[in-house]
């Protein structure tokens, strides 16, 4: 076999896998469009702030871990307090903090210690003290103080102090808007069948004013960082989740803000400690709980903007929140890889954890394929220039079309972005994307998947070194 | 580049030409796109122009005619012939009645209504219910109980039981809103059972928008539906019709969970006499489930000693229960401390 | 003339509201939030002051506060959908002279308004 023949075949491969990917993103474009039309259909009318006082609500519990917070933990909880809603318990989860955390909480909302009795429905740290407020005013703020374990560890001590059966799991420094918790717990209660969980689109909070712990007017971020992390966003948000959830195929709730049932989670084990994943897994096991114990379900998604997180706005910062999130996946999936492909588990099985097989975690490590034997045809063949600019164009205008469609949603739905520039400002930033911003994504990934590889030994001492997202430190 | 093309289509590879086939495609896509986009916007820009001006003529329109009264019909025949021509002029024009009905009462009210008939946007709205759109369909019925255009009732009735669960809502409120008693006779013609969040939104109807006789809510105590058993078991106690206890009873060994825990719950709140016993006797044969349900009322039908006693009736293994009772024993107790103090 | 206030965040309401008032004789200044009500509040002065209690950026309380604290004298009406008691109770407990609530009677409002601008001119009687 000559050199030709292996570029032919290795082409051809790279050509199909280029196709199913493309009709995979066709696909959910069209779905998509669907959700989002007949969202905008529902909320053409219709006013719901009536119901927020009604009684019959059920009570939720806000679930916030906070690690090394110290600078911004109160205000973030006094944001949190401001929730409206009749019946919610805030509950800040202390990871262990080695900083002033706890004492600024104590000394700001006048915590006194309370006696606990609680039973490790999911095995966690050790809880050193749970603290309540003399001042009735915050009589709905719980702080929990407990061994440093990880994001997942807070989350379960949690989930086994925490008085209601709702349990609304939060990052704590997210800016949620006032009917958050309304418009998230809608899905339990307006369905014929069980819901186990319920989640929403995560948006960019850079540069948008903020007060009082509100969004009082977005703005498009001044750095490419972060706008291209608004395109990216805008993808999966608007383009992934929304097909998913019409295809009732969701494997994951941002970590940022969703909404489970407690006791679901409790059957299903809780978080699993044992990865940087733990909002996808948990998902993707709840979800396969119900289906081998064939009870019907549903999980709700709800596409309003509710809650808005920080970006990171540095590279290498961003390079470690990517690393993470590759890991989480190939995790998860190894984990459930008894799923793929598994008829039994219907859409799960046949239709979601293989785009998550090939689309999420492949992607990346074939494109990084694709780019050596690039390398490697450059050098060691005389093709003609022609042929690399061919592939390369039609390579970018999908990823521009992508985006495009993505941004076309966007404006057709929701329209944060009010001004006109802020729209030729983020064509702009879809152009340049993939040249600049996409390949040090991939690189990330690539990266996550080696240290995945070589750091299986020695996970545990990988994951404990806290839960901080260390990119929301200002 | 156009030599290029030339010297592709004719020598090339195949793969090159479908390559170079799906990026002209690809770019073309994404013009119409970015075209579709730009145009979006400059479209919204338009039409939020047109509607400003079209909202500050109705609202002053209307502030004149409401508090004014120097106008004469046929000014209001002439607004309508100049303001109110398009479907979407007459959208608006709903929208704006819509907020002074929300805000106002008494004789201003009527007056909207009135005004809604002089510019004959019934028709509008009429169209729209038997459009067959099932979003047009649930505004229309959304404008009509806000309204309390009765005329539509059976129109209105005919899209009780829809395949879209928003255009069922839409209609149960409107029947409830516009009765003037029986609000809730669509209760016997539904085959689609009512969520949790529609339970609560008839709730609030009956409460906020109903003014006739409270119904006896026993009638649907065997309705074919469980969900409405257990919503009328709600309303019985919300409304303390103590009249109803002895229906509701039979319930406490029914078959179904559900029914037989919601009969715990709301005989506990109507304070029925034997329940506790009926606690006492059942407890430890009773699901998890049922279980929690009587700790959780326990407090509220007998003394603490009552409560305090079944602390040692919860099995061991039976976590989710304990940790459900230690904190009522818990917040008992803080209550009780202060108190004393 | 007096002068009346109103805060409320619904252009609608508030321009009914402003009609309404001006014919009564009335001359009515709108603000459509609470930051924006308390800087019209440092430049003049109110004989009366209508509010809602929702509002964006300062509530309804903190702003009848600020009133409170600042023109001591000067009547507040609340116009409000509030069903939370608690609230209501506050706006009580901090003096405001009327509660309305929404859905309301525009003849109603404008007899509310004139006895409250009428019993705030009378001298205190200690």
Redesign the interface.
């Known amino acids: 076999m000559n050199i030709y023949q292996i570029a032919e075949i290795a082409s051809w491969l790279f050509l199909f896998y280029g196709i199913i990917i493309s009709l995979g993103y066709s696909f959910a474009a069209i779905f998509s469009f669907l959700e989002i039309r007949d969202y905008k259909r529902k909320h053409n009318f219709q006013a719901e702030f009536t119901l927020l006082q009604s009684s019959s609500l059920p009570s939720i519990s806000v679930l916030a871990p906070a690690y090394n917070e110290e600078a911004n933990v109160v205000e973030n909880v006094r944001s949190l307090l401001t929730l409206n809603y009749p019946s919610c318990e805030i509950v800040i989860l202390n990871d262990g903090s080695k900083d002033g955390t706890l004492q600024q909480l104590i000394e700001t909302f006048d915590l006194e210690e309370k006696d606990f009795k609680y039973y490790q429905f999911i095995p966690t740290q050790k809880v050193r003290a749970v603290y309540r407020s003399r001042n009735k005013a915050y009589k709905n703020l719980k702080i929990i103080d407990k061994e440093n374990g990880g994001k997942a560890d807070a989350l379960n001590t949690g989930i086994n102090l925490c008085d209601h059966e709702i349990t609304c799991c939060i990052d704590v420094d997210c800016i949620l808007e006032s009917d958050a918790l309304m418009k998230l717990v809608k899905p339990f209660l307006n369905n014929t069948k069980k819901v186990i969980a319920s989640g929403g689109i995560i948006r960019v909070a850079n540069s948008c004013i903020i007060e009082d712990g509100r969004i009082i007017d977005v703005k498009l971020p001044d750095t490419f960082l972060a706008r291209a992390q608004i395109i990216e966003y805008f993808r999966a948000f608007l383009m992934g989740r929304m097909a998913w959830s019409r295809l009732d195929g969701l494997l994951l709730i941002s970590g940022a803000f969703g909404m489970f049932d407690k006791e679901t989670v409790i059957k299903a084990g809780g978080y699993n400690t044992d990865t940087v994943g733990e909002d996808m897994e948990l998902l993707v096991r709840m979800r396969r709980k119900m289906r081998e114990e064939k009870i019907s379900y549903n999980v709700g998604f709800v596409p309003d903007p509710l809650c808005w997180t920080e970006v990171p706005q540095k590279w290498h910062i961003l390079h470690r929140q990517r690393n993470r999130w590759t890991r989480g996946t190939a995790e998860t999936l190894w984990i459930h890889r008894k799923m793929l492909f598994n008829p039994k588990y219907k859409v799960l099985g046949m239709l979601s954890t293989p785009y998550w097989f090939f689309f999420e975690w492949l992607a990346p490590l074939i494109e990084f394929l694709g780019i050596l034997y690039v390398i490697y045809l450059f050098i060691f063949s005389d093709l003609n220039p022609v042929v690399y600019l061919i592939f390369f164009a039609v390579v970018y205008s999908f990823a521009i079309l992508f985006s495009i469609t993505a941004l076309f949603f966007e404006e057709f739905s929701f329209q944060q972005y009010k001004k006109p520039k802020y729209i030729i400002k983020l064509i702009g930033t879809i152009l340049i994307e993939p040249l600049v911003y996409h390949p040090f994504i991939m690189w990330a990934s690539v990266k996550g998947n080696w240290d995945l590889y070589k750091g299986k030994k020695n996970w545990g001492t990988m994951q404990r070194t806290g839960l901080g997202n260390p990119q929301k430190k200002k | 580049m156009e030599e ?1 093309i030339e ?2 289509i004719q020598n090339g590879e195949l ?2 030409k ?3 086939i ?2 002209m495609v ?2 073309l ?2 013009l119409f ?2 075209s ?3 145009f ?2 400059y479209q ?2 338009l039409k939020e122009k047109k509607l400003k001006k079209l ?1 500050e003529a109705l ?1 002053n329109f ?3 005619y ?3 009264e120097s106008l004469s019909p046929n000014d209001i025949k002439t607004f309508q012939s100049q303001n109110l021509k398009s479907a979407f002029e007459q959208k608006i024009a709903i929208k ?1 009645l819509l ?2 009905e ?8 009527t007056m909207i209504c009135d005004l809604f008939f002089m510019w004959e946007l019934d028709k509008l709205t009429e169209r729209d219910l038997k459009s067959g759109i ?2 047009k369909i ?2 229309a019925i ?2 009509s109980s806000e309204l309390r255009l009765i005329d539509f009732k059976e129109l209105v009735q005919s899209h009780l039981n829809s395949e879209r ?2 255009v069922r809502q839409q209609a149960i409120f409107y029947l409830i809103t516009i009765s003037e008693e029986k609000p809730l006779e669509f209760l016997d013609l539904i085959k ?2 009512i ?7 008839i ?2 109807c009956l409460k ?1 928008k109903y003014s006739g006789p409270i119904p006896d809510f026993s009638i649907w105590l065997h309705h074919t539906l469980t ?1 409405v058993q257990l919503f009328s078991m709600k309303m019985i106690s919300e409304y303390n019709q103590y009249e109803n206890i002895d229906k509701m009873v039979p319930f406490l060994l029914s078959e179904k969970e559900e029914l037989k825990n919601a009969a715990i719950e709301y005989l506990a709140q109507l304070e029925y006499s034997e329940l506790l016993d009926y606690c006492k006797e059942t407890f430890n044969s009773q699901t998890p489930n049922t279980k929690k349900v009587i700790i959780k009322i326990l407090q509220r039908i007998g003394n603490t000693d009552d409560f305090l006693k079944f602390e040692n009736r919860i099995p061991a293994h039976d ?2 229960n ?2 459900v009772f ?2 009522l024993k ?1 917040n008992f107790i803080e209550e009780s401390n202060s108190v004393t103090v | 003339m007096e002068k009346i206030l109103i805060i409320e965040d619904n252009p609608m309401v508030s321009k009914s509201l402003e009609f309404k008032l001006s014919r009564d004789g009335y001359e009515v200044f709108i603000a459509e939030d609470g930051r924006v009500a308390k800087e019209i509040l440092e430049k003049q002065k109110f004989d009366l002051i209508l509010t809602d209690l929702m509002l964006p950026f300062v509530t309804g309380i903190q702003l009848i506060e600020h009133v409170k604290a600042v023109y001591p004298g000067t009547p507040i009406i609340v116009l409000s959908t509030s069903k939370q008691e608690d609230i209501i109770m506050d706006a009580f407990n901090l003096g405001v002279e009327d509660f309305i609530t929404k859905p309301f009677s525009p003849n109603e409002l404008s007899v509310r308004v004139k006895r409250s601008i009428k019993s705030a001119s009378l001298p205190e009687i200690k």
């Open positions: 290029f010297h592709i793969i090159l479908i390559n170079l799906f990026t690809f770019f896509i994404t796109f970015i579709s986009i730009l979006l916007r919204k820009i909202n609202s209307i502030n004149i409401l508090f004014d704006t907020v002074f929300e805000n106002f009462k008494g004789s201003t009210n099932w979003y649930a505004r959304y404008v669960e928003e689609t059972p969520t949790l969040w529609e339970q609560i939104y709730e609030e906020t969900s976590w989710m304990l940790q230690n904190n818990s």
